[in-house]
Nanobody
Framework: QVQLVESGGGLVQAGGSLRLSCAAS????????MGWYRQAPENSRDLVAS?????STNYADSVKGRFTISRMASTLYLQMNSLKPEDAAVYYCNLVPPQRSSWGQGTQVTVSS
């Protein structure tokens, strides 16, 4: 069974940085496309970054140039720089497309202006 546990969120000032981590068990990260998703209150859960088996990355326009997705062993990372108030959300990792049973608790990112 795939289990994903996100961490690394917190409160940061606008312009600051955070690095999120996603620890995976029951699944080899390199075996499929993985992504980071985020969901702000009253919004849908959207994909913001993904990385394929071959290491190719893709980003939503809203985070391009500021966020970097990477993976090492059984951990997926999201480096977030130049954070903006609109980046505030709960961040989740999952396969792309997502596996419903694999959603974790997410990690909260709060950005103060």
């Amino acid at each position: 069974q795939v289990q994903l546990v996100e961490s690394g969120g917190g409160l940061v000032q606008a312009g600051g940085s955070l690095r999120l981590s996603c620890a995976a068990s029951g699944f080899r990260l390199g075996a499929g496309t993985m992504g980071w998703y985020r969901q702000a209150p009253e919004n849908s859960r959207d994909l913001v970054a993904s990385i394929t088996m071959s290491g190719s990355t893709n980003y939503a326009d809203s985070v391009k140039g500021r966020f970097t997705i990477s993976r090492m062993a059984s951990t997926l990372y999201l480096q977030m720089n130049s954070l903006k108030p609109e980046d505030a959300a709960v961040y989740y990792c999952n396969l792309v497309p997502p596996q419903r049973s694999s959603w974790g608790q997410g990690t909260q990112v709060t950005v103060s202006s």
